[in-house]
């Protein structure tokens, strides 16, 4: 699950992977559903941490 994607991603490549908008995947990250963290202006998030957000949303972790 997302291995075509680096292991560390963009809001627009989480955007993608979850296929929600931009404003979904802020609110994610404000609230620390979707943890990650601040390069300066731009987020970043792990791939890991995109993929346990998956699944625990799928009701499998």
Known sequence: ???E???ILTVEEVCE???SGENAAYALLGSG???GFRNGRRWRI???AARRFILKRAGLH
Do not use: F, I, N
Request: proline residues 0%.
């Open 1 to 3: 699950m997302l291995e």
């Open 5 to 7: 994607y680096a292991d």
């Open 17 to 19: 992977a979850l296929r």
């Open 33 to 35: 559903q979707l943890k």
């Open 46 to 48: 792990h791939r890991e």
